[in-house]
């Protein structure tokens, strides 16, 4: 019984170009379907986003203060029996 074997250098190379096409295709579709994913410039009002991340520091610190009175101490290890 025999088998072809494509060589490493074909495969590798098929790949890339498979990959490549793809990546066109995604790029392509990003520019069409602004909800899709991908990298683009966005608009940013940075007042805006400073708020959201002050807050995100509010929260977070509120988070913390409030898991810090409602935490329980760790339990201790069973002794050996």
């Given at each position: 019984?025999?088998t072809?074997?494509?060589?490493?250098?074909?495969?590798?190379?098929?790949?890339?170009?498979?990959?490549?096409?793809?990546?066109?295709?995604?790029?392509?579709?990003?520019?069409?379907?602004?909800?899709?994913?991908?990298?683009?410039?966005?608009?940013?009002?940075?007042?805006?986003?400073?708020?959201m991340?002050?807050?995100?520091?509010?929260?977070?610190?509120?988070?913390?203060?409030?898991?810090?009175?409602?935490?329980?101490?760790?339990?201790?290890?069973?002794?050996p029996?």
């Amino acid at each position: 019984m025999t088998t072809d074997r494509i060589p490493l250098d074909d495969l590798t190379s098929d790949l890339y170009t498979r990959a490549e096409a793809a990546t066109e295709r995604a790029r392509d579709l990003a520019a069409l379907r602004p909800e899709a994913l991908g990298e683009r410039p966005v608009p940013v009002r940075l007042h805006i986003l400073d708020t959201m991340r002050a807050i995100a520091a509010a929260l977070h610190d509120t988070v913390d203060q409030l898991a810090s009175s409602t935490q329980r101490p760790a339990m201790r290890p069973a002794p050996p029996a």
